[in-house]
């Protein structure tokens, strides 16, 4: 919960979370039914894997995420048309 509380607070933006009452295998399940499991599951790095952090917090503090955001306001303008730039469209199509 706390996670969640300052995740949600470190953006002005709404952070849906569609899968949230679902467990891993019903995830999967509906990755399937709509296709995307099998891209899922291709072995490239992902978000995931390049900003995972060494030693992951379990109960982030608020105060700490503010202060290391203070730190990225110099760069985030270039980081932000970097990934703007090098954005990829896909398409996903669910079946019903």
């Known amino acids: 919960m706390q996670s969640l509380f300052v995740t949600d607070h470190a953006t002005s933006m709404p952070v849906y979370r569609p899968c949230i009452g679902l467990d891993k295998n019903e995830i999967i399940a509906i990755s399937e039914k709509i296709g995307t499991y099998e891209t ?13 952090a060494k030693h992951p917090v379990t109960k982030p503090r608020l105060n ?21 730039d090098s954005v990829e469209v896909v398409k996903i199509h669910a079946h019903q």
Not at 40 to 52: A, G, H, K, Q, R
Not at 64 to 84: F, H, T
Request: contains cysteine.
């Open 40 to 52: 899922s599951v291709l072995p490239y790095e992902d978000c995931c894997t390049i900003f995972v």
């Open 64 to 84: 700490v995420i503010e202060r290391s955001e203070k730190k990225l306001k110099d760069c985030i303008d270039d980081l932000m048309k970097e990934a703007i």
